[in-house]
T-cell receptor, first 112, second 113 residues
Framework: SQQGEEDPQALSIQEGENATMNCSYK?????LQWYRQNSGRGLVHLIL?????REKHSGRLRVTLDTSKKSSSLLITASRAADTASYFC????????????FGTGTQLKVEL | EAGVTQSPTHLIKTRGQQVTLRCSPI?????VYWYQQALGLGLQFLLW???????NRGNFPPRFSGRQFPNYSSELNVNALELEDSALYLC????????????FGQGTRLTVV
């Protein structure tokens, strides 16, 4: 079963614009991780945010976490065509060790 | 530093056959996880191994099994293949413990005909 739901399911923007993806989850978590997947291949790890953190940055990526609303967002600033991919959030559930439960993913298309 | 490596990259099997997929974790990682990504079903957790022991298992039938070797590499075995087993099988590794990053391999694309 899926832990999280991502919104939107698909997003199309122009190069240079910002892209925001949202992830909601249902149960208590230790952490939330964001991944990128290109063309059905392996997942690339983007960022991990712990349950006691509210915001993290990595290059053009900004992740926020609101545990009271059980939601997270991923912001990609100044998007590039190479950012075109599917983006997934994955939660490490409390009591679940480091097993991750994935959301449904957002397909991002960045057009030139 | 080498990432998570999986073999083979692609595989075609006939319904009813058996298949073994292999995964080598990042050096220093003791935990290995297996996920199935079937078309339209998202990423589903299959198995988690650490220090040679099965730590957790997803909601899959017993014909999905695996093991972890002393060097922390892992195998996923699927017996009596069914058409719906066609999927991308992804392996990930991490250090043991909470709040450790999990890194994925490129996956094995299994097609059952």
């Amino acid at each position: 079963s899926q832990q999280g739901e991502e919104d939107p399911q698909a997003l199309s923007i122009q190069e240079g614009e910002n892209a925001t993806m949202n992830c909601s989850y249902k149960t208590s978590i230790n952490n939330l991780q964001w991944y990128r997947q290109n063309s059905g291949r392996g997942l690339v790890h983007l960022i991990l945010i712990r349950s006691n953190e509210r915001e993290k940055h990595s290059g053009r990526l900004r992740v926020t976490l609101d545990t009271s609303k059980k939601s997270s967002s991923l912001l990609i600033t100044a998007s590039r065509a190479a950012d075109t991919a599917s983006y997934f959030c994955a939660t490490g559930l409390t009591g679940g060790g480091n097993k991750l439960t994935f959301g449904t993913g957002t397909q991002l298309k960045v057009e030139l | 530093e080498a990432g998570v490596t999986q073999s083979p990259t692609h595989l075609i099997k006939t319904r009813g056959q058996q298949v073994t997929l292999r995964c080598s974790p990042i050096s220093g990682h003791t935990s290995v996880y297996w996920y199935q990504q079937a078309l339209g079903l998202g990423l589903q957790f299959l198995l988690w191994y650490d220090e040679g022991e099965e730590r957790n298992r997803g909601n899959f039938p017993p014909r999905f099994s695996g093991r972890q070797f002393p060097n922390y590499s892992s195998e996923l075995n699927v017996n009596a293949l069914e058409l719906e087993d066609s999927a991308l099988y992804l392996c990930a590794s991490s250090q043991f413990g909470v709040n450790t990053e999990a890194f994925f391999g490129q996956g094995t694309r299994l097609t059952v005909v």
